[in-house]
């Protein structure tokens, strides 16, 4: 059980392009997911909290024009990353918890991106 | 806010030795401890946590400890074997920006050499 999946796995676009990620819990319902990213050999920085049916909580630093998140339902969190750039490529995770709340977060296979 | 230190940053031991990786937090209020193991391009996996009432906790293997009074946990790997070979992050849930989160240690890259 508590399996998150998201896709794609990997994406190269070209800079100046969006780039939409989806993450899936696939055997629970999640009214919060998370949405991390992961620069090579460095820890997970937490960019936002995605809730469904209201607006994402984003971290101080990570423009919210720029990583819209959408939390349409129970199961699906979205994150376009609008006008891609170079510095956008990194590895992006999404999580979540089958209780709800930080604890006991189950962390999809992540989404590579590479802007060109 | 929360702040969360790991040691080591490499950790290498032969094959069927012990590993120990330490965390320790600020925030005295933090009540959840895991720890995750993260493969190569891979997404991390939850291997074990532990709850601010309770000191120690065993899975097979695996390990934590947790001395709330010093502020910190442990990792406790067992008769190692090379599939125990990846990157592990402990972290603590705290404040942070007023934001209720989990806050990640910098992480440990385990070597497990046969």
């Known amino acids: 059980g508590a399996v998150v999946s998201q896709h794609p796995s990997r994406v190269i676009c070209k800079s100046g392009t969006s780039v939409k990620i989806e993450c899936r819990s696939l055997?629970?319902?999640?009214?919060?997911m998370f949405w991390y990213r992961q620069f090579p050999k460095q820890s997970l920085m937490l960019m936002a909290t995605?809730?469904?049916?209201?607006?994402?909580?984003?971290e101080q630093g990570v423009e919210k024009d720029k990583f819209l998140i959408n939390h349409a339902s129970l199961t699906l969190s979205t994150l376009t990353v609008t006008s891609a750039h170079p510095e956008d490529s990194s590895f992006y995770i999404c999580?979540?918890?089958?209780?709800?709340?930080?604890?006991?977060?189950?962390f999809g296979p992540g989404t590579r991106l590479l802007v060109l | 806010g929360e702040n969360v230190e790991q040691h080591p940053s490499t950790l290498s031991v032969q094959e069927g030795d012990s590993a120990v990786i330490k965390c320790t937090y600020s925030?005295?209020?933090?009540?959840?401890f895991p720890w995750y193991k993260q493969e190569l391009g891979k997404g991390p996996q939850l291997i074990i946590d532990?709850?601010?009432n309770v000191g120690e906790k065993k899975d097979q293997r695996i390990a934590v400890t947790l001395n709330k009074t010093a502020k910190h946990f442990s990792l406790h790997i067992t008769e190692t074997q090379p599939e125990d070979s990846a990157v592990y992050f402990c972290?603590?849930?705290?404040?942070?920006?007023?934001?209720?989160?989990?806050?990640w240690g910098a992480g440990t890259k385990l070597i497990i050499k046969p």
């Open positions: 995605s809730n469904e049916g209201s607006k994402a909580t984003y």
């Open positions: 999580s979540a918890n089958p209780s709800g709340g930080v604890e006991t977060q189950y």
């Open positions: 925030d005295s209020a933090s009540n959840y």
């Open positions: 532990i709850r601010s």
């Open positions: 972290a603590a849930s705290g404040l942070m920006d007023s934001n209720y989160q989990l806050i």
């Open positions: 055997d629970f319902q999640a009214t919060t």
